[in-house]
T-cell receptor
């Protein structure tokens, strides 16, 4: 019940395309859903986040879609660029800790 | 503002040894959390320190311990190292206790156990 399931494990998208990464959770006590971006040799960096009272949040080319009834949320990267190539993690927060998805390695082909 | 710093960046130890990792949070941040990142298990929460006290703990054996000093710097110790402890250890700081929505991560310490 503590798990956050993330898919796909890896994703290859052409430059300019839309990258979509999905996450699902079970525990309805989660109250904060961030996405992190991690480049090799670096720690994760917060990209965008949403709370369950909102169905969508957009920041630049990054959008989170949140479906509370389905207990799913997804990250959409519009107009994907080679610089977006990184590992993306979804997470869910409750009781002062983050429960992480397994990560998605995104490669944007020029 | 300087970011979260972790030292050392790389470490090689042998089984049975112990290791101490250090984390300096962003100036003014009082909470430090530690995570273990491995290819197989992903990112897993180890513990959080706030005001020199452990406030929350993940599901790790007692070989993993930590502490926080009055200047908010934190150390993590792993005793009797096992091969499975090889991982990237990440530290994250935030201003308030349990502020998972404003955590900033350091670059990590890569620990290799031989």
């Amino acid at each position: 019940q503590q798990q956050v399931k993330q898919s796909p494990q890896s994703l290859i998208v052409q430059k300019g395309g839309i990258s979509i990464i999905n996450c699902a959770y079970e525990n309805t006590a989660f109250d904060y859903f961030p996405w992190y971006q991690q480049f090799p040799g670096k720690g994760p960096a917060l990209l965008i986040a949403i709370r369950p009272d909102v169905s969508e949040k957009k920041e630049g080319r990054f959008t989170i879609s949140f479906n509370k009834s389905a207990k799913q949320f997804s990250l959409h990267i519009m107009d994907s660029q080679p610089g977006d190539s990184a590992t993306y993690f979804c997470a869910a927060s409750m009781v002062y800790q983050l429960i992480w998805g397994a990560g998605t390695k995104l490669i944007i082909k020029p | 503002k300087a970011g979260v710093t972790q030292t050392p960046r790389y470490l090689i130890k042998t089984r049975g040894q112990q290791v101490t990792l250090s984390c300096s949070p962003i100036s003014g941040h009082r909470s430090v959390s530690w995570y273990q990142q491995t290819p197989g298990q992903g990112l897993q929460f180890l513990f959080e320190y706030f005001s020199e006290t452990q406030r929350n703990k993940g599901n790790f054996p007692g070989r993993f311990s930590g502490r926080q000093f009055s200047n908010s710097r934190s150390e993590m110790n792993v005793s009797t190292l096992e091969l499975g402890d090889s991982a990237l250890y990440l530290c994250a700081s935030s201003f308030e206790r349990g502020s998972t929505d404003t955590q900033y991560f350091g670059p990590g310490t890569r620990l290799t156990v031989l």
